[in-house]
């Protein structure tokens, strides 16, 4: 599988479904040369979307839903990917002091399979569904533990979502050499000019 949108910016993908997620949160622009945002147009998002979903397919062992996106769709899509962006890496060691409310919703079933397992299913047509697959990829990441360790990059100007493969889950950029580095340059700057004062600015 290649799940083109996420390795554009050379970093590595989630693990199983969880890279749907991730490959959402990565149709934005980014990256140097700046990489177009892949939700920008019903065309451009609905080719992505098309994609993402066979590279699912492949990652999951399920089949692919063929769906056509609408202009609301877009717009769902865009907010959800904005939610997930707020979201990304909250687990039980970060808490925000906001009270728990309500970002995304989608109807979702439960089916049970002839071989006797139970699983969640998307409801209704088109965009609903992967909203519904984004959503139970989000719910099946936190029962493994691994939804905390994806990630937005710390670098502000980055803002590319990766997977936290370090032992201890303490990763803060996509590519330590591209932004942390950066990052890290910018913030020694800024100690020096304060340290030397007003006069050498």
Not at 22 to 37: E, F, H, K, M, V
Request: charged share 25%; with cysteine; hydrophobic share 40%.
């Amino acid at each position: 599988m290649s799940w083109d949108t996420t390795t554009r910016y050379g970093t590595s993908v989630a693990e199983g479904g969880l890279a749907l997620v991730q490959d959402l949160l990565n149709t934005i622009s980014a990256g140097r040369p700046r990489q177009p945002d892949l939700l920008a147009d019903l065309a451009s998002a609905q080719a992505w979307s098309r994609v993402a979903l066979a590279d699912w397919a492949e990652t999951t062992g399920r089949p692919a839903p063929q769906l056509e996106l609408d202009e609301r769709g877009l717009d769902e899509l865009r907010a959800l990917r904005a939610d997930l962006r707020g979201v990304a890496g909250i687990g039980p060691e970060r808490t925000t002091d906001d009270p728990a409310v309500d970002l995304r919703t989608a109807a979702i079933g439960l089916a049970l399979r002839s071989d006797g397992t139970a699983v969640l299913e998307p409801r209704g047509q088109g965009w609903r569904v992967l909203l519904g697959l984004v959503l139970i990829e989000v719910l099946e990441a936190q029962r493994a533990d691994t939804w905390r360790r994806l990630k937005i990059c710390r670098n502000d100007r980055c803002g590319t979502a990766f997977y936290d493969r370090s032992r201890n889950n303490s990763g803060a950029w996509h590519d330590v050499r591209v932004c942390g580095n950066a990052v890290n340059l910018r913030a020694s700057r800024a100690r020096r000019r304060a340290a030397a004062g007003p006069e050498s600015r």
